[in-house]
């Protein structure tokens, strides 16, 4: 909402208050003023000019020398507009004036001939384009014939005026108009609001001798007023008129047009104008759409109406969508001369669902969804016919045609000044809520130490009481709330066992040397499932804004790998992300899906680069399920924790493990496959995706103390040879199986494969170490163990001692 | 006798003086006072000596003994000094080199922002809830005062999966579940979490973004409640010095409703670019929650009341630390991630 200050002068007097003053107490007191336009753009030095010679320049075929009459002098000016004539009044920018973004205006000469100023199109004078009335869009503004040479032309434009922009809260809609906004200012001010006098000379010819009106849907159309003016002469409208219309945002059309424009600024009621001769029936029927009907609607679209949208007929056809946009086919034109006033009140919910439905929003559409006041309707249509019978010449009808089931009494809320204060924390006194009160001017009576109040129906937003509290509040002031801290029980307060848990795999990832990424849930159909550990259904948008961006993902890792590219083709080569969220496995059309939290990293490039003590490593399988092992054992569940090789679509097929916790899945770990890898631009990029919810929920036993050994241990070395194909898994399983309890810790400490071993097999090396708790080991109770270690390997692992 | 002694006294102290070494050292000892040298020799041969002659002799082998031993140890103690004096200099290294670096990560700067928010409400006696991010069209709106075809929605464009089910646009869902599920106790909990809006990304928008919530539901929760709590988080997130001020404001799900600004944290309110010149810079929304809200949660408005607010991490982030653009909070570019390594305790 664009409110002009000059024309809210109108209604209460602001006049002496500095406009950041003004803007600065509407804002605190609850409508937010987003901006503060100067209108004069610091324009000076503009004057009315007459044109009394226009001839073609004879250098140049599109200049015109023009002899223009200023006021104190007659100077030549060379103008390049082609709606430049002889006769006309003219803005002209004298020589030393300034327009919009500092242009200094300077004698010249345009191809051999002296031109002192400039004639000015209003864009020139920074209105825009789009609020230019069409006639001027394309050329010079032309001035009314009643501007006089030398008048400072600034004012005459009404641009000598600061405009209030409003962002206007949907509750606000009483503000959508220059009379509700003078109430708000008025109670800011404690002012009273000076509405418009309306009187105009009525016809002896009743209007309902010319209209006839029926409503067949009044639920959605409970109140319909029509007026009908004869022998309106339509044309321009008085530059005041649109001035005001400019200034608030609306661009002029002819007389009548701005007029149902301008009663729509000042009351917030939507008006509309029906040439009555292209009625064509003298009758007005308000009924709902048949299926399929068309209406070409004023923006020249044929639209097709659907049964529930209400439609303005004339008992016919479709004339209006009503409370939406007027049809072409009963548009006021040149020759207009009777005109059919409508004023309406259409029920909130149905237009705001034509208009979503046609995607067509309007000045009118935005204010009938909020609901107008009741008690505007008819107000509004006489303001019109007031306005049609001062400006376009006409001669108004007696009284109206009307239709009026409308309930028009105000809201009665009832509440105590305890439940204000209490619901506040302040201790307000009942005069001065009632003093507030009746500053907004909410008609309100004290009864026995309650409040009366009546809303006034141009406040739709003010229902209950807690609308009243607001209301007393935030004239009262909020910086006037004490500031106190709630009295409860008291809470500990504090994370759940799942939300410390994944603080502490963050904290371990993060140690561990990786960053955290937060990517989008959204993705590509085709990435959604890539690498999921379970698919579902997947979840869909109905009207996504991409197919990028169409789907729930499955998996973090496609999100993540393009982290990874995008560092890559930062030059950063080295890259270790980890993130933690959601994906969704949908489960059928109405029901939710299930989201389940995971946890997934990526690593690519150096793990370790310390160049000058000659330290660098890549990054491997190995580093991440260090990693991965790390994170388990910080949540107390290494015990359990198992690789085992899986093939995994895009995975590398020969680096790639499933991760398993007391057997059950609980994620992946490996290399991405290389053709994968070539695809994002990577070079060898590992992966880990896990459930986290799942790890999450493995109970552990609660941490108690072991004592640390008091009796030495004794360590053992194993060297074998054993077939290429015998996991180091599979052979630690047959040395703990063997060992014994005396067998607290095995090591791997040497692997090779190559010269000096047989084709297909490799030489492996464990360190084992024995303790008891209790005493100290004799060597015969070690050899003894050893030995059962020893011959499990050879006989149930295949495996040849060696040295 | 005597004369010998004190030629043996003289040798050994000129060979103490000579040992450069620890090991040389090492051996004037052993050649001189081990069991095969000739102070033992000399003691053992003490029993030939005439009787009256013996304690004399004894004691002055005994004082030669302790003589030759006090100046080896002091050689030795030199020497080992010298020994070591020359370790020192060999092991000398470039102070200036760079260090190994130790490996580390950090939290992304959103979640950062969101564990100081949910660090400083647990304090205070807050529990954290979290919800589905996709939601039914009830939790997300209908349960918040939000019915079908309230004009209100319009403020938040959703994606919808189907006629009842989208991707919540606000973490306000999870305090209508709470409510439900709470049955009319009190309640005072943090909602954090991922919400999703129809906007095109660019420099303030993102299609998803984070928010945190607040609630806190009791029997004579007031304004100034919410006011107190309030301005206690605003010094802890931005510095002590910060005031804050209220300003009307409309949401369907509270009533009244309120933005709430701070004092600017880069000028300290004089106005700068940081607060456009206002002084005040708008941190988040809040209000006493709707009777409507408490009523479809089974929570009986005439008994108990509460209040609500709720902010968004990106924008106190990009506040905060200065980022211009929402978009490097969802690029994971470690140059970026990186940099909010440091603790500001």
Redesign the interface.
Known sequence: MLVSTKWLNEYVNIEGIKPEDLAEQI??????VDSIIDRSQGITNVVVGYVKECVKHPEADKLNICQVDVGEETTQIICGAANIAAGQKVVVARPGAVLPGGMKIKKAKLRGEESNGMICSLQELAVEGKLVAKKYAEGIYVLPETAVPGEDALALLGLDDIVLEFDL????SDALSMLGVAYEVGAILSQGVKLPEISYPESTEKAEDMLKLRIDAKEDNPMYVAKVVKNVKVGESPLWLQNRLMAAGVRPHNNVVDITNYVLMEYGQPLHAFDLDRIGTGQITVRLAEEGEQLTTLDNVERTLHPHQLVITNDKESIALAGVMGGLNTEVHEGTTTVVIESAYFA??SV??TSRELGLRSDASTRF??GVDPNRVAAAAERAAQLMSEIAGGEVLAGSVTVDELDKTPKRILLSPDTIN?????KISLEEMLSILDRLQIKTEAVNGKLVIDAPTRRQDLN????I??EI??MHG??T????????????????PY?AKR?TV?AF??????????????TSKEQAQAYALETAPV???????SED?SV?RQSLLPHLLE?AT??VA?R?DS????ET??V?LGKG??D??K?VEHVAAVITGK????A??A?KKAVDFFVLKGIVEGMMNSLGLLKGLTFEKADVKGMHPGRTATIRHNGENIGLIGQVHPSEQKKRDLKNTFVMEMNLEKVLSIETEQLVYVPVPRFPSSSRDIALVVSSETSAGALENVIRNAGGKLLKDIKLFDLYEGDNVEDGKKSVAFSLTYTDSERTLTDEEVVKAHENVLNALTTEAGALLRG | MEQQLKELKERALEQIKEAGTLKELNEVRVAYLGKKGPITDLLKGMGKLPADERPKMGALVNVIRETVTEVLEERLVKLEEQAINEQLEKETIDVT??G??A??????P??RVV?EI?DF????????A?G?????DYYNFEALNLPK?H??R??QDS????E??L?RTHTSPVQARTMEAKGGE?I?IICPG?V?R?D?DDATHS??FTQIEGL?I?E??????L???L??FAKKMFGDEREI??????FPFT????EMDISCFNCGGDGCNVCKKTGWIEILGAG?V??NVLKMAGYDPTVV?GFAFGMGPERIAMLKYGVEDIRH???????F??QFHRTEA
């Open positions: 804002t605190r007191s609850g409508i937010e809260t949907p509750n606000r909130p919910a705001r669902r969804e909020k209490n619901h506040l924390g302040m209950i009481e807690e609308d509290i607001e509040a935030r909020y910086d709330i004490p500031m106190t801290l709630p009295v409860t029980e008291s809470t500990p307060g504090g994370l759940t939300q603080r963050r990832l993060e140690g561990a040397g990786l960053y955290q990424a937060l990517t989008y849930s959204l979840t869909e948008l109905l009207m996504p804004m961006r729930l982290a995008y560092n930062r950063t890259v270790a992300l980890y969220g959601s969704f059309e109405d939710l899906p989201e793990w370790v680069d310390h000058w003590q330290e | 080199l760079p190994r670096p490996r580390t990560g950090n939290h992304h959103i979640t564990e949910e409400f647990i304090s205070m006696g807050f529990e954290i979290e589905p991010e996709v939601e039914k075809g004009p209100a319009d403020m994606f919808y999966i189907s009842d089910i991707l009190p005072k991922k999703y129809r095109n299609h998803q806190v009791g004579d929760i007031r304004m100034s409640d006011k107190g709590t301005s206690l001020r209220l300003r009307p404001s409309f009533e009244p409703s309120v006493m709707h009777p009341s909070f969802y690029t994971n570019d470690v140059r991630v990186s």
